[in-house]
């Protein structure tokens, strides 16, 4: 299963493309998605998804300067941009930045279709050749994907060794050689991307999406979603909805 990240300032552009694609038809799983280029940057370096969908014109962010940044910051994904500026000069950047495809608002569902059919050959391709986790190391792949799905229930270092029957320190290795990070760090990576997403789109109460995003503990959820991102939950729906 491969991974996708979705970012686009405009939150009915952002729906649109979530519910267009047939990412499971395909082998894709969104694994988070933001209106804020400044946060989505922070969850991008987290989440290591396979390929980021990407708008152009964000506010005072433009989408290729952030993609740049990303490739500087080690960021290996295949980018592909959605835009409503049908421009050649961005198409350029974008490929020199080695992107993947730029496609013209409204996308059509044969388009989406085709093209994830291709970014799957070109991943399937990839993945025989580089260091990406489900290259390295199958167990990883496994444990990544089950927690995508199911980082809304209780889990924890033992639980997945119970469920994967791998030693607890051997899955600690994996995430710190391939995705350097912890296994704690990229749980609450998909915890906090699930709840940004639900602050910026449902009107869920703070107490019910800490529940939805795997958090019994309410105070413990603001805890950590304000050293995640550097304020509250309720600032941060503010923010997204200014």
Known sequence: MYLAYLLDDEPLALSHIEKTFPWQEHNFDVVGR?????????????LVPDVVFIDIQMGPVNGLDLIEN??????????????AHDRFDYARKLMRLDGFDYLI????????????TELKAKLDKKSQTDHRPNTMSIELNMIMTYLCKNFAHKQSLALISQQFSVHPNYICRLFSKHLNTTFSSYLTGLRMAHATQLLQTSD?????????????????????FRETYGCTPTHYRGKAHD
């Open 70 to 83: 990303l490739r500087q910051a080690g960021c290996a994904a295949f980018f592909v941009v959605v835009s």
């Open 105 to 116: 608002k409204p996308v059509e569902k044969k388009q989406c279709s085709a093209l994830l």
């Open 204 to 224: 869920k109460s703070v107490k019910e999406i800490a529940l939805a995003s795997g958090y019994d503990d309410y105070f413990y959820f603001c805890r950590v």
């Open 34 to 46: 933001s209106t804020d280029p400044a946060l989505a940057r922070a969850d991008i370096i987290k």
